[in-house]
Structures are given as C-alpha cells and as structure tokens.
C-alpha cells in the first residue's frame, strides 16, 4: 500500500533553514503528484508548495521564493528546502500522493504521511 515519511523536522531559529524529505513506497512514483502541506495549532491544513509528476512546481504565496520543492526518482523522494524560516511558518508538515499524470497539482489528496514538526524560533 502507499506509505509516505516525513523527516527533517526541527527548531530552527528565525531566519534558518530545513530541509525536509518525504520517503515514498508502494506506487508508482512518476505518476503522481506530490505536496507538501502544513497545519498550524488552532488553524485548518494549507497547501505550501506542490510538484506535479511532470515536475511542474506551484507555492503558496507567502512562501514563494523562500521554500524550493523537488522530487527525486530514482529514491522515490519528494523534498522542501526551506529558508528564510518565519515564526509564522511553525507548523506540523504532511506530504500527499495523488495519482495524476501531467503539470497539474491536483487539490484533493487521498494519501498523506504522519507529518514532521516544524518550529521557528523568533
């Protein structure tokens, strides 16, 4: 079956970086688009960047030009480079699979990992 991990998580002081991986199995990784997604206590899940399986990228505007995500095949790994980190960007971070083939990142995913944490310390 899909199974998604994230790892990478941790404190980091305002203005730092992270690098987080999500390690894929149990489908064909090249068909499917892959994002990262966030959730903030008290706050619902936001979408911050996506990677389509043609390798198509698209970022939440508030972190567009700080965060670079990237998929790597031949691991089945999906990654976000995170700098520039933001108080505002403490969140857990889940990465979604969803099947589809092309440059479109799809909204609704049916496959998500156990999240990785993510706080910036001010």
């Known amino acids: 079956q899909i199974q998604l991990v994230e790892s990478g998580g941790g404190l980091v002081q305002s203005g730092g970086s992270l690098r987080l991986s999500c390690a894929a199995s149990g489908f064909k990784f090249d068909n499917y688009a892959m994002s990262w997604f966030r959730q903030a206590p008290g706050k619902e899940r936001e979408g911050v960047s996506c990677i389509a399986s043609d390798g198509t990228t698209y970022y939440a505007n508030v972190v567009k030009g700080r965060f670079a995500i990237s998929r790597d095949s031949a691991g089945n790994t999906m990654y976000l480079q995170m700098d520039s980190l933001k108080s505002e960007d403490t969140a857990v971070y889940y990465c979604?699979?969803?099947?589809?083939?092309?440059?479109?990142?799809?909204?609704?995913?049916?496959?998500w990992g156990q999240g990785t944490q993510v706080t910036v310390s001010s």
């Open positions: 979604g699979a969803q099947y589809y083939s092309g440059s479109y990142c799809p909204s609704n995913y049916t496959s």
